[in-house]
């Protein structure tokens, strides 16, 4: 996968791809994991992926949940309608978007979606109403004040390890 910029100096961030059939098989699996717990339409079946990792991925930057919160109940937290389902559907939304490889010195993430690290216009209608399903309901004030999309970010390491599911704050 050919570099493109650096995000800051530590991390070395890939250019946007949509070959899944590059990414380390861990990852992959993962990924497939987190996609067929998805297509039960039931938040709790993410427990499967979430209970796979041997330490819980972070479900928001800044550490607003204490530790031994049950993780399926803050996704529902997180989840504008309180049930779970706008957290399945953007989960869905982020994972068919194309991802980007990030080095951070030793460990190397894939983390979805690639726009959320290069923001480039979309090639049409269809593409940002994609992107759009991306925004969580209670980011789309501030996202359309700043005219900016703010993402939900999925970031799993090269090991297969989910690290974070999080609004961009």
Same mark, same amino acid.
């Given at each position: 996968?050919?570099?493109?910029?650096?995000?800051?100096?530590?991390?070395?961030?890939?250019?946007?791809?949509?070959?899944?059939?590059?990414?380390?098989?861990?990852?992959?699996?993962?990924?497939?994991?987190?996609?067929?717990?998805?297509?039960?339409?039931? *938040?709790?079946?993410?427990?499967?992926?979430?209970?796979?990792?041997? *330490?819980?991925?972070?479900?928001?930057?800044?550490?607003?949940?204490?530790?031994?919160?049950?993780?399926?109940?803050?996704?529902?937290?997180?989840?504008?309608?309180?049930?779970?389902?706008?957290?399945?559907?953007?989960?869905?939304? *982020?994972?068919?978007?194309?991802? *980007?490889?990030?080095?951070?010195?030793?460990?190397?993430?894939?983390?979805?979606?690639?726009?959320?690290?290069?923001?480039?216009?979309?090639?049409?209608?269809?593409?940002?109403?994609?992107?759009?399903?991306?925004?969580?309901?209670?980011?789309?004030?501030?996202?359309?004040?700043?005219?900016?999309?703010?993402?939900?970010?999925?970031?799993?390491?090269?090991?297969?390890?989910?690290?974070?599911?999080?609004?961009?704050?």
């Amino acid at each position: 996968m050919p570099r493109a910029k650096t995000q800051n100096q530590a991390d070395i961030v890939s250019a946007p791809s949509a070959d899944l059939a590059a990414l380390p098989a861990p990852v992959r699996a993962i990924r497939d994991k987190i996609l067929a717990a998805l297509d039960k339409n039931d *938040v709790e079946a993410l427990r499967i992926p979430i209970d796979w990792n041997e *330490v819980r991925p972070l479900f928001a930057k800044s550490g607003a949940f204490k530790a031994g919160t049950d993780p399926v109940e803050i996704l529902k937290t997180l989840s504008f309608d309180g049930k779970g389902r706008e957290t399945i559907e953007i989960m869905r939304a *982020v994972l068919a978007q194309p991802y *980007v490889r990030i080095a951070r010195g030793p460990v190397t993430l894939y983390e979805w979606p690639a726009f959320g690290r290069h923001p480039t216009p979309p090639a049409n209608e269809e593409e940002a109403q994609a992107r759009w399903r991306c925004v969580r309901f209670s980011d789309l004030a501030r996202a359309n004040a700043e005219r900016k999309l703010r993402p939900t970010r999925l970031g799993v390491a090269s090991d297969g390890v989910w690290h974070y599911f999080w609004s961009e704050d």
